[in-house]
């Protein structure tokens, strides 16, 4: 090998593991990220005090109610936390159960409980009949009105 | 002639049309199920917590003034009371129901179904045990029936209970969510009953509460006809979910 690549070689690899090794940030090159967000701890235990530990808990998210929002396991302590959702006011219901015991709470986050009623609405059938019905009520009515009287 | 060609139409479309408006503006509606559970202890036996192996022939319970709510705020069961909500859906009969019916994989004892349940979301259950006024269970509100056996010793008994309770319950704990009932759709509930409180659970730690609060089956091992006081045991459940109980 000419000297030429005894030189560069070391160079190049120097180069390449300087690349890939990890390096210090510069002291004054800084980034800070913040996220604001309600986190809710639960902990869960039988009634003799014992905690629920590993017992299993899902919860559900106030739009899709049927629908397990998130599941997981509890600590050692029954023990667990998770930040909802905060574009999802309303009650989020938290169910926890382990060995054929369970319970479930219902905690309302972001002001008022979202209520949807069970709005009927009409069904296209009905909409169509019902303005198939005022156009014909309206010509008729003016048809009759328009009529010749006899003399 | 004429006149009435178009008058005639005129009227009848008209009275669809306010026919039609009045069906729509109610509320949207489904159908609702209640059902009765024995679980698995009733319809395959178990071992209670003093070592006999119970099997059941038959498990008669007898339930009036079933109702479920929509409730919001969720009714709390821990605090007891009276239940109260923004929709109601009774059932105005009485029903005696075997829970030991069908074989060991029979799913749970579908009581009734009402149709034009409002939707919604039905968090909340009440319902009494009575005392049945005919039937095979007819003076008692719940009668099992049944056979143990324990060190090669077979016992055939009768347990009866004359007391009426009221559960009011939340809503149901399992593995799925239950009592969501959206426009034409069908949703369930279940009224659960553990018998393990009753007589334990060998397959339960004897330290656990369940354990500690039953009280065996030792107490009937004298066999014929025994009554139970129901008022010491948390029979009724949704579920796992816990009910509040009081009865008379």
Redo the contacts between chains.
């Keep these: 090998m000419p000297i030429k690549w005894k030189v560069i070689a070391p160079l190049i690899g120097i180069l390449v593991l300087g690349l890939a090794l990890p390096v210090k940030a510069f002291a004054h090159g800084a980034s800070i990220k913040y996220t604001v967000s309600t986190v809710i701890e639960l902990v869960a235990s039988?009634?003799?005090g014992e905690p629920m530990a590993g017992a299993q808990f899902t919860i559900?998210a106030p739009d899709d109610?049927?629908t397990p929002w998130l599941t997981g396991v509890c600590d050692d302590e029954g023990r667990f936390s998770f930040a909802p959702d905060r574009s999802q006011p309303g009650?989020w219901?938290i169910?926890i159960?382990q060995?054929?015991?369970?319970?479930?709470v219902?905690i309302?986050i972001g002001g008022d409980?979202a209520?949807t009623?069970?709005?009927?609405?009409?069904?296209k059938l009905?909409i169509g009949?019902?303005a198939?019905?005022?156009v014909?009520?309206s010509?008729?009515?003016a048809?009759?009105f328009s009529?010749k009287r006899r003399a | 002639m004429?006149?009435r060609a178009?008058?005639i139409?005129?009227i009848v479309?008209?009275l669809?049309?306010i026919i039609?408006?009045g069906?729509?503006?109610?509320?949207?509606?489904g159908r609702l199920q209640v059902y009765a559970n024995g679980e698995d202890f009733v319809r395959q036996g178990f071992v209670s917590k003093d070592g006999w192996s119970i099997n059941f022939d038959h498990v008669y319970i007898t339930l009036a003034d079933i109702t479920a709510y929509q409730t919001?705020?969720?009714y709390d069961p821990h605090s007891g009371g009276d239940i109260s909500g923004k929709a109601a859906v009774s059932l105005d009969n009485v029903y005696t129901v075997d829970l030991a019916d069908g074989d060991e994989n029979a799913p749970p004892i579908l009581v009734a179904e009402v149709s034009g349940a409002?939707?919604?979301?039905y968090n909340a259950l009440f319902w009494e045990m009575i005392k049945a006024s005919s039937g095979p269970a007819a003076g008692y509100s719940l009668v099992i029936i049944g056979t143990a056996e324990k060190d090669g010793r077979s016992v055939d008994f009768t347990i009866n209970s004359n007391e009426e309770c009221g559960y009011s319950c939340?809503?149901y704990?399992?593995d799925e969510?239950r009592g969501?009932l959206e426009?034409d759709g069908t949703a369930d509930l279940e009224m659960t009953f553990h018998f393990d409180h009753i007589f334990g659970d060998a397959d339960?730690p004897m330290d656990d509460?369940l354990n500690v609060s039953a009280i065996g089956f030792d107490p009937f091992a004298g066999g014929g006809q025994v009554d139970l006081d129901m008022a010491e045991f948390h029979l009724g459940h949704v579920?796992?979910?816990?009910c509040y109980c009081e009865c008379n």
């Design positions: 039988y009634d003799s559900y109610p049927a009650t219901d169910q159960r060995a054929g015991h369970g319970d479930i219902h309302p409980a209520v009623g069970g709005g009927g609405g009409y069904s009905q009949l019902m198939a019905a005022v014909w009520g010509v008729g009515t048809l009759y009529r | 004429k006149k178009f008058v139409p005129v479309l008209s669809a049309g039609l408006t069906c729509a503006g109610g509320e949207a509606t919001d705020p969720p409002p939707a919604g979301h939340g809503e704990v399992g969510r969501i426009k339960t509460d579920g796992e979910g816990h």
